[in-house]
C-alpha cells in the first residue's frame, strides 16, 4: 500500500519541522489528489445546478450526480438507485431516519434497540423522538473485551421492539459487530435492522443485501471522499412509506397552497439544491478505493491493527480497549499516569496526529470506567514505521512523566 501514498499530497508536509505521521482516520481521511481535482473540475468546468436546468452544464452537473448515485449503489450493492439517498453525512442520515421512521413507524410505546457502543449520532437523535414519541430504548451490553453480548441483545427483543441500531464497526474499539447474524436476530422478532457504516464502509466490502440490513449510513468525509456528503441506505419499500424530512425544493411533484405532493425516491428526501460537487467527488473516491480493491485495504489496515496491538500491548502501563481478535483500524487506549489529553498533546509536538477525549461515545467511557481515551487509526496508506514512530513516541512521553 507504500505506493498509494503519494496520490496523497498532504502526507509529504511537515508538521513542527518533523515529518506527518497521520493516524487520526476514525476521525475523517486524507484526500487522494483525483478527489480534489474532481472538486476543481466540477467547478471550473461543469457547475450549473442540477435538475431543473434545460441548459447544457446543468443536464451535465445532473448527469454526474444521478451518475454518482448509481456509483454509490454498486458500492453497497442496493438493489436500485432509488434506495440511496444523499445526505450531509451520517449524522443527518441518522437523524433523518430517527425523525422520518419515527414518525411513520414508532407509537408510543414502542421501543429501539441501541448498543452502549454507539456514537452521540445514533443515540440523542432517538432520545430528541423521545419529545414526540413515547419510545422505550433499549441498550445491547457488551463484555468486558469490546464484544457485544448477543445473548442479552436477544433478551432484549419484545414484540414492541421495532427497530435496531447498531454500529457496524465500533469508532473507539474497533470491534467488527456480527451484523448479519444481528440483523436475522431482528428481523426473526418482526423487527428491522439499521447498521451504522461510518467505521465500516470506508474499511471492508459492505454489501446491504448481504448483510440484510433495513437502514445503512455513512459519511463521505471517512471513506477519502469530501466533507458534507454522506448516504442513506433505505429498503425502498420502507422509503416509501416515510414521510419527508424535510420541506423545499427538489422533494416536491407539485405544490398549491392547499396540497402538497412529493416527488419519487430518493429526491422525496432531499429537499433543496443538493450537493452535487460532493456526490460527484464521492463518486471518485469510491471509484478509487474499488479500484485499489477493498478487501485488499482491508488486509492492509487488519494487519496494521495487529501490529499495533501486540506493539503497544508490550508498553508497560498501557490500558487497551476493545481487544477482539479481528478488530478492525482503531486502537483505544491509555497510559498509567497519563492524561490521554496531555499525551495527545506530547504526541502532536513529535508530528503524530492521533485522537483524545470521549470521541462522541460516552456512554461507552463510562463502560469503561474513563472520561477519555486516546486514539489511533489507522488508513489504507499508514505504514507500520508510523506505528513504530507512534510507539516510540509513547515511550519518549512515558519518561517524561
Ligand atoms: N457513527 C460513527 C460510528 C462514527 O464514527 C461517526 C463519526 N465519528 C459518526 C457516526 C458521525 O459521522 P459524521 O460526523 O460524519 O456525521
Excluded at 458534507?228 to 441506505?233: K, N, W
Excluded at 424530512?245 to 429526491?267: A, C, D, K, N, W
Excluded at 428526501?269 to 443538493?274: R, V
Amino acid at each position: 500500500m507504500l505506493s498509494y501514498r503519494q496520490d496523497f499530497p498532504i502526507l509529504s508536509r511537515q508538521v513542527y519541522g518533523r515529518p506527518l505521521v497521520y493516524l487520526d482516520n476514525a476521525a475523517t481521511t486524507q484526500k487522494p489528489r483525483c478527489v480534489v481535482d474532481a472538486i476543481t473540475d466540477e467547478y471550473y468546468s461543469v457547475n450549473a445546478n442540477v435538475h431543473r436546468g434545460v441548459h447544457y452544464l446543468s443536464q451535465q452537473a445532473t448527469e454526474r450526480h444521478e451518475a454518482a448515485r448509481e456509483t454509490v449503489r454498486r458500492f453497497i450493492n442496493a438493489r436500485s438507485t432509488s434506495e440511496v439517498v444523499f445526505t450531509r453525512g451520517t449524522t443527518e442520515s441518522l437523524n433523518l431516519v430517527a425523525s422520518s421512521f419515527g414518525e411513520a413507524f414508532l407509537h408510543d410505546g414502542d421501543e429501539v434497540i441501541l448498543t452502549v457502543m454507539e456514537h452521540h449520532s445514533d443515540i440523542v437523535p432517538w432520545q430528541l423522538l423521545q419529545q414526540r414519541r413515547a419510545i422505550v430504548l433499549r441498550v445491547v451490553p457488551m463484555t468486558d473485551d469490546g464484544a457485544l453480548d448477543l445473548e442479552a441483545y436477544e433478551r432484549l427483543f419484545t414484540p414492541r421492539t421495532r427497530l435496531v441500531c447498531c454500529a457496524h464497526v465500533s469508532n473507539v474499539l474497533g470491534t467488527v459487530n456480527p451484523i448479519r447474524r444481528m440483523a436475522r436476530i431482528a428481523h426473526d422478532h418482526g423487527a428491522l435492522f439499521l447498521a451504522d457504516g461510518a467505521q465500516s464502509v470506508p474499511h471492508m466490502t459492505v454489501d446491504v443485501q448481504d448483510l440484510d440490513c433495513d437502514f445503512l449510513t455513512f459519511s463521505g468525509h471517512k471513506v477519502y471522499g469530501p466533507t458534507g456528503i454522506g448516504v442513506l441506505y433505505g429498503r425502498e419499500d420502507l422509503l416509501e412509506r416515510m414521510p419527508p424530512y424535510q420541506g423545499g425544493g427538489e422533494m416536491i411533484s407539485r405544490v398549491t397552497f392547499e396540497h402538497t405532493t412529493y416527488e419519487r425516491l430518493p429526491y422525496k428526501f432531499e429537499a433543496g439544491t443538493p450537493d452535487y460537487v460532493g456526490s460527484h467527488a464521492l463518486a471518485v473516491a469510491l471509484d478509487y478505493v474499488s479500484a485499489i480493491g477493498m478487501d485488499r485495504i482491508a488486509a492492509h489496515e487488519r494487519r496494521l491493527t495487529a501490529y499495533a496491538m501486540e506493539r503497544m500491548a508490550a508498553i508497560p502501563g498501557m490500558q487497551l480497549y476493545g481487544t477482539q481478535p479481528d478488530k478492525d483500524a482503531v486502537v483505544a487506549f491509555n497510559i498509567e499516569g497519563i492524561h490521554p489529553l496531555d499525551l495527545g498533546t506530547l504526541l502532536d509536538r513529535l508530528g503524530i496526529a492521533i485522537r483524545t477525549g470521549h470521541h462522541c461515545a460516552q456512554p461507552l467511557m463510562a463502560r469503561c470506567g474513563v472520561e477519555g481515551m486516546a486514539r489511533a487509526s489507522f488508513a489504507l496508506y499508514n505504514t507500520t514505521d508510523e506505528i513504530d514512530a507512534l510507539v516510540a513516541a509513547i515511550e519518549r512521553c512515558r519518561r517524561m512523566f
